[in-house]
């Protein structure tokens, strides 16, 4: 099996050797030993071409391929190309058995690409990364961007869908990254503050205010003809009541990101050096995230 006889060796008892192309049909006239010279024949084998699974812990048959050569030489075997997927190592050859049963086994390993996270005028740095393999399922980094006066919603697949509060993928949900890195933008959508200044008189000591960002800045209006020095200042929540004191400047900045969505008052009294009767008013604002 895996042989065939191309000729023969004669060698006569004179050790003269002649080639004949089969044994005589008869006895010859003197004694003669017949030597066969083999011809190796081309033989079937089989290549099998297996890509790493999603769990990474095993390597598929995605392809079998039917290939021959001689008996006794080595397999010509060669590497094949797939989306997403690299050599894992160098080919090891076989020796071509005569039966038929000879086998290589190609392993490929999924390839790494680079997911890349735009902050879309985040605070912070520009760009954070996250190495994922080709098809396999992953959770996405919780995102660390910030942008003063916005909330973060998501991700967004474009810069254009970002733009328009589009939200492909929320904050650490799964991800499964084709086959060349990738990019993600960050949504932002702008925090919304509403308010309504109330006076206590229009003569009397009022509230203005100025939004920056998450910030409200309030500040005492104070009375034309009269200094700031002569006035005592008292800020403080109202939404239930008289709350504890949150400052006693002029002016109180109210940080919005820390507070949940909701309605809010902070009062002012403000007090006139030698007089009793107070004066101020009251801001109701209302934040949504």
């Known amino acids: 099996m895996g042989y065939e006889i191309s000729y023969w060796n004669r060698i006569a008892s004179d050790s003269s050797n002649l080639q004949v192309s089969s044994l005589p049909k008869t006895f010859p006239e003197e004694n003669y030993t017949y030597t066969p010279v083999w011809n190796a024949l081309k033989v079937p084998y089989t290549v099998y071409h297996r890509l790493q699974n999603v769990n990474l812990s095993f390597y598929d048959f995605t392809e079998t391929q039917n290939l021959s050569g001689y008996t006794g030489e080595l397999t010509q075997a060669v590497e ?3 989306s997403g997927f690299t050599l894992k190592e160098p080919i090891t050859q076989s020796t071509i058995l005569a039966d038929g049963s000879s086998t290589v086994n190609i392993f490929y390993d999924r390839n790494i690409y680079t997911l890349t996270f735009y902050s879309n005028s ?11 393999r080709y098809g396999v399922e992953s959770y996405l980094n919780s995102n660390t961007f910030t942008r003063d006066g916005y909330t973060f919603l998501g991700w967004a697949n ?23 890195d990738s990019s993600l933008y960050a949504v932002w959508k702008a925090n919304e503050i509403f308010i309504d200044v109330s006076f206590s008189s229009l003569s009397s000591v009022g509230i203005d205010y100025e939004v920056s960002g998450d910030n409200i800045i309030l500040s005492a209006l104070i009375p034309d003809g009269y200094e700031k020095s002569s006035y005592s200042f008292t800020w403080f929540y109202t939404n239930s009541g008289m709350g504890s004191i949150l400052g006693t400047e002029k002016t ?3 940080d919005t990101s820390s507070l949940d969505e ?4 902070i009062s002012l009294l403000a007090i006139y050096n030698g007089d009793s009767t107070p004066s101020g008013g009251t801001v109701e604002f209302k934040v949504e995230h």
């Open 80 to 82: 094949k190309s797939y």
């Open 122 to 132: 985040g605070d912070v740095s520009s760009t954070i990364t996250q190495n994922l």
């Open 158 to 180: 474009t810069l254009a869908r970002a733009n328009a509060l589009t939200v492909d993928y929320a904050d650490g949900a799964s991800y499964t990254i084709g086959s060349s």
């Open 252 to 254: 109180y900045t109210v």
């Open 262 to 265: 909701g309605y809010y008052q």
